[in-house]
């Protein structure tokens, strides 16, 4: 797909769609083909059967009058079927698009964009970007119904054919101002739609804290405030396309109404035959069909840009690049520039500073997600493929999300379960009381198990994996003295001879590391062991001396 911008992914679409395209296209044009022949062929029952009394040439158009309208009904049936899965496919497509790219992107989707904008695209946009193939079928037989209305009035009367022609130009000058201000106040609104989305999701997520901490009523009244904007917003919104719907069923009308007003001075005048001045009327008629389907078609291809834009917005964010130079042969030294970081192969360091973004930051950069300029082995890490990175370097988020099933398949993750290395792991993390069988049911995102053992079982994943490099991000902050004590003496012996990484400002963890790294604003402002810097750095002490306090109190 094109995604150089929201109308060019929309024309790739309904090429990649050509064939559904076209059979809605060839049943539009077929179904408005049969409404416009009906107004002639009553026009020759009258002319030839009802004036002159001939019973049984009424008898024969009338029976022609019939077949057509059954065709009409078959051919509106099949109209509807082709554009439906037309529709269809054109949003399964791009809910394709969006998964397919998400799970490229991995871990580091939640770095990217927002969890409310992946829904909403998911749920709103890919729908409204199916009804903007409409145009691809009975836009393009509207246009043909007309200009075949136009062709068969000019040989009837060439006024009346100018007056078509003309009368839906003039329609488009009416609704295409209105058209723009929807598009820019539908760009606003769906970009707070999104924003709104993210604060449930979030505070559906964390439901259970604000539970215990007593503050839903607070974020309750956030999201109210909120949403009254996106309510006013959508009011904004509303007003042009409003307008849109009200001219699209009353323009048509007026033309109508001026188009018979017309005929039948021509008729009075006998320019038209009786049977003429009843096919003109229908004509007209049948013309407030295709004139009203281009108008609603405008308001689905502008409110399809607006969706397509943010999906290409998303589509365009930059996922693991496959292709790429070979990792070092072995275990290698990981460096960070920008902080000064040095990751020793091989040993526990722990990267301590007053911001945890800074040492977040670090690991980040270390495991490859984002731009970064760290060397692995003295090769640039954005220059090796991104699948050999993966495979050795693990990044164990704190939040990461936890899946349904069993807690040895939770624990196992991508492996096959082995219960003697998932007991081992989920001893490692000190998680035993999670379950006393590894048979237990864990709930998506770990629903069923208190936060800190949704901690733990994420610490026991990654240690399941035994990855070369392990980089985890306060993998005790939500655990007990007792318990984070246990854990650093476990951890450290686990991971003998392997490289492990922990973001802490933790005491207990940070007197196991074999090097400490200090970070002020974002740099390595010392190194050493735990009390080699209590010792030498003031900056240091104070910090752990503070974080000391806080968990004693």
Avoid at 78 to 83: A, K, V
Avoid at 367 to 375: D, I, L, N, R, V
């Amino acid at each position: 797909m094109d995604i150089r911008g929201p109308a060019r992914f929309l024309l790739s679409l309904g090429r990649h769609n050509r064939g559904k395209v076209g059979l809605g296209a060839l049943f539009g044009s077929l179904w408005f083909l049969s409404l416009a022949s009906a107004p002639w062929l009553l026009s020759q029952a009258i002319d030839h059967g009802l004036e002159p009394r001939r019973p049984g040439m009424l008898a024969a158009w009338s029976a022609a009058v019939l077949v057509v309208g059954a065709a009409s009904a078959g051919l509106g049936i099949m109209r509807h079927r082709s554009m439906t899965k037309l529709r269809l496919a054109a949003a399964l497509q791009t809910a394709d698009l969006v998964l397919g790219h998400a799970t490229r992107l991995g871990s580091a989707l939640p770095r990217r964009v927002t969890a409310g904008e992946v829904v909403t695209i998911g749920i709103s946009d890919v729908w409204t970007i199916g009804r903007a193939m409409n145009v691809g079928g009975v836009g393009v037989a509207a246009i043909l119904a007309i200009s075949v209305v136009a062709v068969v009035l000019f040989r009837t009367s060439h006024m009346l054919a100018v007056v078509v022609l003309v009368g839906v130009p003039v329609l488009a000058l009416f609704v295409g101002p209105l058209l723009q201000r929807g598009q820019r106040a539908g760009l606003g609104y769906r970009e707070q739609q999104g924003e709104l989305n993210a604060r449930l999701v979030d505070v559906l997520g964390g439901l259970r804290i604000l539970n215990g901490l007593g503050g839903k009523q607070t974020h309750l009244e956030r999201y109210d405030r909120q949403s009254a904007r996106l309510r006013d917003q959508g009011y904004r919104v509303g007003g042009p396309f409003s307008w849109i719907g009200a001219l699209g069923d009353g323009l048509p009308v007026v033309f109508l109404a001026v188009v018979v007003w017309l005929a039948a001075r021509l008729a009075v005048e006998g320019g038209l035959s009786v049977g003429e001045l009843v096919a003109v009327y229908g004509y007209t008629a049948m013309l407030v069909i295709p004139a009203n389907v281009l108008i609603f078609c405008s308001f689905d291809v502008a409110r399809g840009l607006v969706a397509a834009r943010r999906v290409v917005d998303f589509l365009r964010l930059p996922a693991d690049d496959l292709a790429g130079g070979p990792a070092p042969d072995g275990p290698a030294v990981l460096h960070d520039p920008a902080s000064g970081v040095v990751i020793e192969p091989g040993r526990l360091t722990a990267l301590a500073g007053a911001r945890p973004s800074d040492a977040a930051g670090v690991i980040d950069r270390l495991g490859a997600y984002g731009p970064t300029e760290a060397t692995w082995g003295g090769r640039p890490l954005a220059e090796i493929a991104q699948p050999e990175i993966r495979a050795r370097l693990l990044v164990a988020e704190p939040d990461a999300a936890l899946f349904a099933g069993e807690l040895r398949e939770v624990v196992a993750g991508r492996d096959d379960p082995d219960d003697d290395r998932v007991r081992a792991a989920i001893r490692t993390a000190v998680a035993h009381d999670v379950a006393a069988s590894l048979d237990r049911p864990v709930e998506w995102a770990g629903r069923n198990i208190s936060g800190g053992q949704r901690q733990r079982v994420r610490l026991a994943r990654a240690v399941h994996a035994d990855p070369e490099l392990l980089l985890a991000a306060e993998p005790t902050s939500a655990v007990d003295a007792h318990t984070e004590a246990a854990i650093a003496e476990r951890l450290s012996t686990a991971r003998r001879g392997r490289g492990t990484v922990v973001a802490t400002t933790s005491p207990v963890l940070l007197d196991r590391a074999d090097v400490v790294h200090y970070l002020v604003d974002g740099r390595v402002a010392a190194s050493g062991t735990h009390r080699e810097l209590l010792v030498a750095d003031p900056g240091y002490r104070a910090l752990v001396t503070r974080v000391f306090d806080e968990e004693d109190a």
